[in-house]
């Protein structure tokens, strides 16, 4: 089964995010990729982080007639001292950066539990602490972090992702709390599958854990628990991102904002 894909909207010239900058992890492809070119084409400074370099080039490439600009910045978020000195001075932090095993949970490596949740709850919190200071000194920030629909249901065969987007729902609500009286707003946008390489290369795994072909994983799994049979694409993401960064979403804290096409209507 093939997906059908949709053609998202024309970007929004409502939102003005000149002379803001922004960091995006994860920003060489999919989700990430999206949101670093939608910031910049609202005009702001975009600190494009990922550990893929040609990743990066080709989106910087792909920003440079954009109102902002792309700045590439090569990190690996394992790295967690440098993750947060790069979250220094920034004014709208886009924790995006994710990876997925499946396996059952016997079966699951360890190491990798510990991986999965280095990157996707250790790193944000550093972002996060490094980031705060420079957003409370001005009165004004912006933390938005792509969660899932698996930040708010479990599903078998994905511990670590779906403890780690468990986590990241609590870390959020938490800096909501902290960062109110500082003009500061954290909030979650929660995508089912996304047309993404990330989801793309959990077919094969998929098919072995659960036993059929891949053929019929994108919709006897993926999307059983979707009323709308397709996957989300990613500037259809960066929009609820962008959204949250802008004006009319200065009392929008604390939330996470459910892209799951029904997903938790049931």
Known sequence: MTAPRVSPAPHASSLDL???IALVTGAAGGIGRACALRLAAAGAEVRAVDRDAAGLETLAEQGHDLAGTVE???LDLTDLDAAERAAAGTDILVN?????LVRPIEEFPPDAFHRVLTVMLEAPFRLIRGALPHMYGQGWGRIVNVSSVHGLRASAYKSA???AKHGLEGLSKTAALEG???GVTSNCVNPAYVRTPLVEKQLADQAQAHGIPEERVLSEVLLQDSAVKRLIEPEEV???VAYLCGPQASFVTGTS???DGGWTAH
Request: aromatic share 4%; no cysteine; hydrophobic share 50%.
């Open 72 to 74: 590439p910045h090569v």
């Open 161 to 163: 992702y779906v403890a």
């Open 238 to 240: 960066a929009e609820a």
């Open 96 to 100: 995006n950066a994710g990876l997925q």
């Open 257 to 259: 904002l459910a892209l």
């Open 18 to 20: 000149g002379g803001r």
């Open 180 to 182: 109110a009286p500082h």
